[in-house]
């Protein structure tokens, strides 16, 4: 819906007077006057980033290590009682049990990583939702 402005011109007398003979009378056709929309009141809320996951204690390199440690009491009797084959086993244990250890050693900081980079993702998908959610108001250039 427009709204109409009448402009006149005044006529002979100084009056504006829309049907006077010398007077000329225009009217201009302009759109409404749209605001946009006010800002929402209420305030934004956003969940926290995801904290920082906390990489494996010692005390996980403690128990991952006792089996080791129960493996040199197998190099402990295989000495003892000199048997070659008993002391390659015990050896070969010994090897195993250290090489678990690195694995286990690894294993946990690649899963407090992966933790990390899917924390990070999901809480990006999170702020794109919420950006996706704003109102688009447009910027008014005066």
Known sequence: MGSTLKSTVAGENGKADDNAEGGAAATFHRPPRDRPDPPPTEDLRLHAPPTKPEPPTGGGLMQAAFPA??????????????????????????FLSILMV?????????????????????YRAYLGSVERQLPRTPIPSW
């Open 69 to 94: 440690l129960g493996s040199m009491g197998m190099v402990g009797f295989a000495l003892v009682y000199r048997n070659k084959l008993f002391l390659y086993i015990a050896v070969g244990m010994v």
């Open 102 to 122: 690195i694995g286990m050693r690894w294993s946990q900081a690649r899963s407090v990583k992966k933790r990390r980079i899917s924390n990070r993702r999901k």
